[in-house]
């Protein structure tokens, strides 16, 4: 078996390189979505919750008017 040569060694362990970078650069994006969406979904829980406390009855359902829902243009 041969070794293999410096120069080909020198250029895998340099594609691994930035393999491993962009492998970590998409890691960092990825985190930064995950984070931006959890800080939306907290977000949107508080606003549900403070809403189902403006309720006034959380078992009354409102119905509505088929007229109620014409635009207002007719």
Do not use: C, F, W
Not at 24 to 51: F, G, M, S
């Amino acid at each position: 078996m041969s070794s293999p040569l410096p120069d080909d060694t020198d250029h895998r362990l340099t594609e691994l390189e930035i393999k491993a970078s962009y492998a970590e650069d998409l890691l960092d994006r990825l985190n930064e979505v995950v984070v931006r969406q959890q800080a939306q979904i907290d977000l949107l829980l508080r606003e549900v919750a403070q809403l189902r406390r403006e309720q006034p009855d959380g078992d009354v359902r409102v119905v509505r008017s088929l007229r109620e829902e014409l635009p207002p243009h007719y």
